[in-house]
C-alpha cells in the first residue's frame, strides 16, 4: 500500500503542475489505486484480478468513459507492454504512467528494486552484461535476474520515457541519483573506494 499512496501522492502533484481538472484527478487517483490489482508480479490469475477490477469500476464509477479511461491506462501502462511498440495513453494514463515510473528510480527506486530482486533471490550483481534492452521482449525482461542488470535494462531508461514536462524534471533528479550510487557501488565493488 506505500507504494500506491506515493504513486497517488505523485500523480496528483504532476496533474497540478500540469493543471489537470479536478474531476480528472479524481479519475487519475481511481486508476492509481486499482492499477496493480491485475499486476502479473502480484498475483497468480491475472484474468480474475482483472474481473475484480471491472467490478469495482461498475459499483464505485458512475461515468463510462472514465471506467473506460481507467481500464485503458491499467491495461496499457506497464513497462513491459511498452517494450516493442508505444501504447498511446490519455492524459490520465500518462499522468499515472509517469507517476507509477517516478516511483521505480531515485533513492525509493533504488530501495525497491534491491528488495524486490532479494526477495526473489536474483544476484545483486555479477559479471554479466545487461539485455541490450532494444532487443528485450516481455519475456527476456522477466528473466533478468540480476539486480544492477535492471538499473541499465530499465530503470535508467525511464527518464527518457516520461509524457510530461513535470515528470521529465523529476525523472531527471532521481536519474542523476541512480548514476550517482551506481558509480559509487562500482568503485566499492572494485575495492577502490
Known amino acids: ?13 504532476l496533474a497540478k503542475q500540469e493543471k489537470m ?20 508480479k502480484l498475483t497468480d490469475d491475472v484474468a480474475a484480478a482483472k474481473q475484480e477490477v471491472v467490478r469495482i469500476l461498475s459499483e464505485t464509477v458512475r461515468s463510462g468513459e472514465a471506467r473506460t479511461v481507467i481500464l485503458d491506462t491499467i491495461e496499457n501502462m506497464s513497462y513491459s507492454k511498452n517494450l516493442k511498440e508505444k501504447n498511446e495513453l490519455t492524459a490520465i494514463g500518462k499522468i499515472v504512467q509517469d507517476a507509477d515510473r517516478l516511483d521505480a528510480i531515485g533513492a525509493i527506486g533504488i530501495a525497491r528494486t534491491f528488495y524486490y530482486g532479494g526477495s526473489k533471490g536474483h544476484a545483486m550483481y555479477d559479471d554479466s552484461q545487461p539485455f541490450n534492452p532494444e532487443e528485450m521482449d516481455e519475456a527476456t525482461y522477466r528473466s533478468s535476474a540480476n539486480v544492477v542488470n535492471h538499473f541499465y535494462e530499465k530503470l535508467l531508461r525511464l527518464e527518457s520515457m516520461m509524457n510530461t514536462e513535470a515528470g521529465k524534471k523529476m525523472a531527471r533528479e532521481r536519474t542523476i541519483f541512480m548514476e550517482e550510487f551506481l558509480n559509487q ?7 577502490e573506494k
Not at 21 to 40: K, Q
Open 21 to 40: 481538472a479536478a474531476l480528472d484527478v479524481v479519475t487519475i487517483r481511481a486508476a492509481v489505486l486499482l492499477h496493480d490489482i491485475s499486476d502479473d
Open 1 to 13: 500500500m506505500s507504494h500506491i499512496t506515493r504513486v497517488e501522492n505523485l500523480a496528483v502533484s
Open 185 to 191: 557501488l562500482a568503485l566499492e565493488i572494485k575495492g
